[in-house]
């Protein structure tokens, strides 16, 4: 008996020591004060940013901001708004420019994701029109490349716009393998961007596994081999700085609803490196150059840079929030999201490590910050139980088929507490065998 109660007071005092650490490192954590500007359920652990950020007072204030300016100026909003919605994609595009390292002509904000990198690869990829410039032997540029991990919807549109140009995806599309199932080498993907492949469409952070490439690197050696290259940098942009420009990237394209907390189904965004100016593959009347656009004329008259790729009118309540969600991200500072990002992270693993390492559980994302994107990727055999389970005891993960949890502390909202609080909730969860309670078959949205 002496021995379980001394037993008890030993975990009980290392549990209250841990519960101080946890709180100096939020004392000491220069972006605590931006947790106020978003809506939190009291009593909720959300750990789901890559997945849809929260609410913020300023998103919220931007929208609301504009609902009003319809009601009271009607069509006059498109002119007299605050800004005016006629250039709304190029002022956000101005505020977004400096987390994508970009200069303002060559970003817009337009569209979903997909639809985005559909028009840039109507835009850039023409494989009959590029013969392997280094050996002269005549060979046509006609793939694509891509990764085995590579977000389905991406996949999906490579192949619509290789079977557009009446070929086959199965012999135009290249999906570099993964070594382990949950990373991609980088060296792998140099190697496979061969003298027939045209494009490469590649992550800057691996969806499931959390790997962020090195795309400063991928960039370059695409760059030697004559492929062109893009990245979907929708599970990176809000959370790591990006330098587009300066890496030479070719284009780029990202969503606004994960880290940068701007609302489900919040327009997306596009980069086109300044050094393409081609036509538009996919045009619209948005994309014509403002002062001609209403003249009506049935040849396009492109917007100078990005903007040209607009197509048709965009969607401005969608457009809306995302001007209050990147002041606080501006405002706060990419490079310090990014610092608290990998020490939320960091502070996570060696939490599972030291809380829960008899139960099972192993990481599938890398270890080391610079491979490290920002959410770890948690692997355990009943992981879609465990994930609901977590969201009974009120901590919000999501789950990834078959075994990863994902876990996402947004630097702008999550707080070092939290991330010790969840894992204690976890822990109890796996002590208790609580996901045993729990039926099998995962919800339609995970």
């Known amino acids: 008996m002496t021995m379980t109660f001394a037993a008890t007071e030993e975990a009980s005092a290392e549990e209250a020591s841990a519960e101080e650490r946890a709180r100096q490192l939020d004392e000491c954590d220069e972006l605590a004060g931006f947790a106020g500007q978003f809506y939190k359920t009291p009593g909720q652990i959300y750990l789901d940013g890559n997945s849809l950020g929260l609410l913020s007072k300023p998103a919220e204030a931007s929208l609301l901001h504009t609902l009003n300016e319809w009601k009271t100026l009607a069509i006059g909003g498109w002119m007299d708004a605050a800004p005016p919605w006629f250039t709304l994609a190029e002022e956000l595009a101005r505020d977004m420019a400096p987390l994508l390292g970009a200069s303002a002509d060559e970003i817009i904000i337009a569209n979903s994701t997909t639809v985005n990198l559909h028009q840039l690869l109507a835009t850039l990829y023409r494989p009959h029109d ?33 079977r557009l140009r009446g070929l086959d995806p199965d012999e135009h599309l290249v999906r570099v393998p993964s070594r382990d199932g949950l990373t991609i ?90 050094r393409h100016r081609e036509r538009p593959g996919l045009a619209g009347w948005f994309g014509s150059r403002k002062a001609a656009q209403f003249d009506m004329a049935h040849e396009l008259d492109p917007a100078p840079g990005a903007g040209a790729l607009q197509i048709g009118t965009p969607p401005i309540l969608a457009m809306a929030p995302l001007g209050g969600a990147l002041q606080i991200v501006n ?110 078959e995962p919800g339609l949205v995970t």
């Not at 890496?247 to 327009?267: E, Q």
């Not at 405002?331 to 599972?352: D, F, P, Q, W």
């Not at 390492?357 to 355990?380: K, Y």
């Not at 990834?400 to 502390?409: E, G, V």
């Open 331 to 440: 405002e706060a500072g990419i490079k310090r999201v990014r610092s608290k990002s990998l020490a939320l992270t960091a502070y996570l693993m060696s939490l599972i490590e030291e809380k829960l390492q008899e139960h099972g559980f192993t990481f599938g994302n890398p270890r080391e910050d610079a491979r490290r994107g920002g959410h770890i990727a948690l692997r355990h055999p009943e992981a879609g139980r465990i994930c609901r389970a977590l969201r009974e005891a009120g901590v919000v993960p999501d789950y990834r088929r078959p075994d990863i949890i994902r876990l996402a502390p947004s630097p702008l909202y999550a707080s070092f507490a939290e991330c010790h609080e969840s894992v204690r909730r976890l822990r109890h969860i796996m002590d208790a065998r609580l996901w045993q309670d729990i039926a099998p």
């Open 130 to 162: 590029r013969p392997h410039e280094a050996n002269g032997n005549g060979i046509q540029r006609t793939k694509l490349l891509a990764t085995a991990l590579d977000f389905p919807s991406d996949i999906h549109a490579m192949q619509s716009q290789i």
């Open 185 to 274: 080498c980088e060296d792998d993907i140099i190697a496979a961007m061969t003298p027939d492949v045209h494009t490469a469409v590649l992550p800057s952070v691996l969806y499931a596994g959390g790997q962020l490439l090195d795309m400063a690197h991928l960039a370059q050696a695409a760059r030697e081999r004559g492929v062109l290259i893009g990245f979907d940098c929708s599970h990176s942009v809000g959370v790591a700085p990006h330098c587009l420009s300066d890496w030479d990237v070719d284009f780029a394209v990202w969503c606004s609803y994960k880290y940068l907390s701007a609302g489900p189904g919040a327009a997306g965004g596009l980069f086109l490196n300044r």
